[in-house]
């Protein structure tokens, strides 16, 4: 299943009989966010909204990075964080290795690998 289309706006002065501020898209309500105790309502409100071109954004980052880079002594480290990689990978799988952190959020986004 994907996401609403953006882009997602919020907006304050729809009228309800809740506060809170809703997030919308073509009409539509994405989410409604409630005051919470510290007050971090509008600061997660906008976050929220700017969900689908955050998404997109870092999609064009991993596509533009992921390729591996062959060094000059015939070694291949990963685009991200430099790790050295085999012969037979292409992506790297490092716990600590942006490039994997972002790929697996994009999946978790996009409704796959539900941890």
Known sequence: MRHTK????????????????????DGEIVAHVVPDQ???????????????TLLEVLKDIVNQ????????NGSIRCGFCGQDLTM??????????????????IVK????DHE
């Open 88 to 105: 037979d990978e292409s992506l790297c799988n490092s716990e600590d290795c942006t490039g994997t952190r972002a790929k697996r959020a």
């Open 38 to 52: 510290h007050n971090n309502h509008e600061a997660n409100a906008r976050l929220i909204a700017q969900a689908p």
């Open 65 to 72: 990075t992921v390729d591996p880079v062959e060094e000059l």
């Open 6 to 25: 953006g882009p997602w706006v919020t907006d304050t002065s729809h009228k309800a009989d809740y506060e809170g501020i809703t997030v919308w898209a």
């Open 109 to 112: 986004a996009e409704g796959g």
